[in-house]
């Protein structure tokens, strides 16, 4: 049907936009603990695209 086509390409169309945010932004409450360099921040977003 046109509905199941319509929403079946609204589908395919969404996707996740990801950003990454730099440690240093992030204030470091607790001094005594080592963050190391394997700490990683997204902020991570869905957008659905409006196009045909």
């Known amino acids: 049907s046109a509905e199941g086509s319509a929403a079946e ?11 990454r945010i730099d440690i240093k932004q992030i204030p470091q409450y607790v001094r005594e603990y080592e ?3 394997d700490l990683e921040i997204w902020q991570i977003r869905y957008v659905r695209s409006m196009t045909t």
């Open 9 to 19: 390409l609204s589908l395919r169309s969404a996707y996740f936009v990801g950003k």
């Open 35 to 37: 963050r190391g360099n």
